[in-house]
């Protein structure tokens, strides 16, 4: 299958090459090891190895063909994620996990004698700075129409997040976005208007009452950045509006956050510092100790990807301030401070130094009802340390290592939170 996937987008690119020469066609790659640690990811380091320690090194291979004529632009992107060696599945060489995919599949057209570009397929995607929507892993199913305004632009975007039997849309997750970005000379400030429609309840989270009921919300997002003095700002302010029936009574959604980034260059070493606040469910359950099944709707709801957002260890391996992966900073306060140092022209080294609180009291450990401890603010500290080996002009060896000091919002029923820490190292070709 995989020789099969190759020699198909060979043969695709020699035709195109041939017969469409109006059309520039290119083909390049990515071939990633992935070599991975972590310790303790239970918080518990009295259990068995099996249930708290991940060691094991992946392969990830990526092959895009890229297509740009005078009005059009193409790109079909194949890949087969990352791939564990030697597992039971892959000895044989069996179809499973990690065989080859479209990650990207999509055409962008600027129309004849009119200034308006058409993007759509399956594509890469995310808005403003990526706290509110970023699905840049595998992408999503999309339509965008932009429409430039001398130096600023409009834009809108139609997003399948989710596309359930074909034949109905009664279990479908829809985001509309409007979009509107204004240049200022060094400053770009871009407004969002999103609706959110989830007629499954799966990003809505909720048990509702009929098969009809409607989960709906509304997001207003402002994004500003840009150069102010010395430093490089990103700025996101997002809130939410919206509802969903439940069991137990109609969830109105009021979620809001708030990320501030800022990196200013010393030197040789670049200053980095983040503050980031996001509203978290203060429900009865939630300040009882556990996770809630019928939500206040006061936690910030984000559609994020599978990425490291931030920190290694935190949020990215370990379930977060609302009891749930990757998912940026619902329930989360956390301020940082870091830098990263160019030591030679191949290699700089760095470290970020992370506080992080439950803007919502809370105890991860009661997710699942089980174990939990008493419900606290305090979610630990992570220390991140990182270095990038830029070994030629296309190959990197990139490592970090992370711990995660948990506090008592990670605690169990028997006090126990012991530290996590792991390591994570990238080595990439691109060609």
Known sequence: MKKFLVIAVALATVCLSTVAFALDVTVNGEADVRSRWFQDMGLNNSQAVTTEND??????????????????????????????????????????????SIREGWIDLTLPDMPVSIKAGHMLAQIGNGWFVRRNYGGVDAWMVTIPMGKNAIALMDAKLNEGTT????????????????NMGDITVTGVLSYLYD?????????????????????????????????????ELDGQNGSSDAVGGRVQYDGYQAVLQAAVPVGAVTINATAAYGSGDNSTSVR??????????????????????????????LAGADGNLHNGFVNTTALAIGAMAKV?????????????????PINVAAAGGTNGGTAGHDLGYEIDAKLNWTITPNVSWNWQVGYFQPGNAYQSAT???????????VLSLKF
């Open 55 to 100: 060691a094991y090194t992946q392969t990830r291979y990526l092959l895009d063909v890229n297509v740009k004529g005078d009005n059009v632009k193409g790109k079909l992107s194949i890949w087969n994620d990352h791939t564990t060696w030697n597992t039971a599945s892959k000895q044989d060489s069996a179809i499973g996990v990690g065989s080859p």
């Open 288 to 317: 009882g100790g556990g996770i809630s099944t019928n939500p206040s709707g006061d936690a910030y709801v984000n559609m994020l990807d599978v990425t490291q957002h931030y920190t290694l260890i935190y949020e990215y391996r």
């Open 199 to 235: 007629r499954t309840g799966v990003i809505l989270a909720n048990v509702r009452t009929a098969a009809n009921s409607q989960a709906n919300l509304m997001n207003l997002g402002i994004h500003v950045n840009g150069k102010v003095g010395p430093a490089n700002l990103k700025v």
């Open 344 to 360: 030679s022209k191949s290699v700089e080294i760095g470290a970020d130094a992370w506080w992080l609180s439950a803007t919502q």
């Open 415 to 425: 006090g126990v939170a012991d530290v996590a820490y792991g390591t994570q190292g």
């Open 167 to 182: 034949t109905i849309a009664t279990d479908d997750i829809d985001l509309y976005s409007g979009i509107g970005i204004f």
